[in-house]
Each structure stands twice: as C-alpha cells, then as structure tokens.
C-alpha cells in the first residue's frame, strides 16, 4: 500500500482537498486538527421539516405546474420540475431545488397530497432500458447516488442524462428517467409470488441453458439469434451485465458499440471486448424444462435468478436479493 499514490488516487475519484492546521507537538496537539477533520467531513443536507404553511405553498406550485401528471413524470421531466420550483419560490418558498422537490415527496408519502392526476405518460421505455440501466449504476458507483438522488438533485440527475444518451444516442432525459423508473418498479423488482418462485429453482437450471458464443471482439452479429432470450456479458472473474431482451441480437449489439463500453470504464478499470465473455439463453431452450404458464415468464425467472446469484455489476440488483 505504501507505493500507492493516495493523492492520484483521490483525485481520479473527484475528491476534493479542504486545507487546515498543522499539528503541533504532544499527545493533545493533535485535537485541534482533528476537529477541523470531522468539521469538514461530507454531511448530507438537513431536509425540510414539515411547515402546513410551506407546504401548502409547495403543494399549489405543483398544482400550477403538474400538468396533470403524477410526481414521478414531472421529476423525470427536468423542464417540467424547474418550472415547479420557480413557481414555488415565487409563492415564497425559500429553499433549495432538492429541499423542495424531497419534502413534496414527503408530502406524499405522509398521505396528505391531494392533487389529482389526469394524464398518464405512455411512452414505450423498452428501447432506453439498457442505456438508462448502465449510467444509473455509474451514479452508483460514483456518488452512491439512490434514484430519488437521480430525480431530485439537478447535479446528479443531468450527470444521468449525459451518460445515458451517450449510450442510447437517441431518446430524451425523460425517456431515460422513465426508463429507470420503469426498472425499479417492474423490470428489477418482485412480483407476485416471484420471490418463492426463484427461491426454488436449481442452480443445475441456469448452467443448463447457457450457450457460451465466444469473447465479445470474435462475435458476429449473424452468430446472435433475433429470438427473445437473455444474454449475459462477463469476464473470468464477475460478471458485468446480464439482461432479458425481446431481440437478443438487437441487445447485443448495443455493447459492440466501442462507445458504449468506454462510457462505462474509469480511470481504473477499462473494458476490453477480447476479455469480455457473450453467452445466451433461447427461448426455446425452455420448452418442457421450467414449470411456468409463459416462456416469457420462464425467462424472466431465471433472469432474477441469474441476477441473485451471479449480482453482475452494472444491473439495478433487486432488492429481494440483498
């Protein structure tokens, strides 16, 4: 550890330097200093406490603004939510963009939001899933940002639709932003009796059905079937992704894109396509093996259960696996 260059080091993470005094000497000399360390230490800000005047002022200004849409989609629609915090401001409302939008949110947890919803955003999020999934969990590993973190701090949120459509290329923030609600609540979640379901499925089941294609560089994309699958991307020691696409040809070649896997490397870690290992599940390689009502559900419970078990490092893990 000690040829480790720690300042290299805290730089490439984003860390930043805050001076202070220079010990003197004897045992107690250094607890001045060391106040001054736990002084500057990163604190997370102090929420809003509930105020019936503030936020009645905080519910109006969404009330103005909503469009008639729920919280959720005005907070994946960064125009939509300035427009709410300016509203709210001008009402006189005198807090932070986070402050504001976190305490709405508390709003509505407590039960006492009112507001109505009208409209309801019907967009496919299909095409923007692998994108959104990847650059939410680069906020992960970069700031240890939650999805609320994501929606609710204008920082962390544009930092999300910059690497996003990156990735995508094509899309807008809110398709993204709806993209990873979408993950959250459906796609990366338990549903129904789901959790027992995978519970009980072998291990033996996943190593049966995995055909290997070869290194990621050595792929055709004519080698890959236009089936409904689920591929898995790893390499000799973890695994980095694994999904369920409609089209397992069309997911794949989303990572033969060189941009892509270099929007997903740092400073210390730089994917390489010839160690990056390709392996599929067809839907037809189900048939007569998993006891389900859909092939498409049989697929879906071995994806969770590959995600429980393999916890590839750029999915939005579920939180019944933790």
Known sequence: ????????????????????????FGRFSTVPTVGEMLASRPRKPVGLAADPTRDAKIVEAFEKTHDGYAIDRVFSDPELCLRFIEVAHRLGVDASYTAICRR??????????????????????????????LAFAQLTYRHDASYDDMLLDPAVGAEFDALAKKIGRIGSAVDYRLAALHLRKNVRSRR??????VEKLDLSELNLRWHPLGPLSKVTLNDIPTTEGLFSLSEPNRYLYLTTHPNLRSGVKVFQDPDVLSAVGNQFWSPSPDNISLQVVRQEDLKSRVTGSTLSGQLRLLELKSLDVYQPIFNMIPKAAA
Not at 10 to 23: D, H
Not at 192 to 197: A, Q
């Open 104 to 133: 709405l949110m508390g709003i509505r947890k407590s039960g006492k939001f009112k507001v109505v919803t009208t409209k309801k955003d019907k967009r496919d999020p299909r095409p923007f899933l692998i994108p959104a999934e």
């Open 192 to 197: 129904g009796d789901e959790r027992s379901l």
């Open 1 to 24: 550890m000690g040829d480790l260059d720690q300042l290299a080091i805290s730089r490439l993470l984003g860390s930043t330097f805050q001076p202070c005094a220079r010990p003197g």
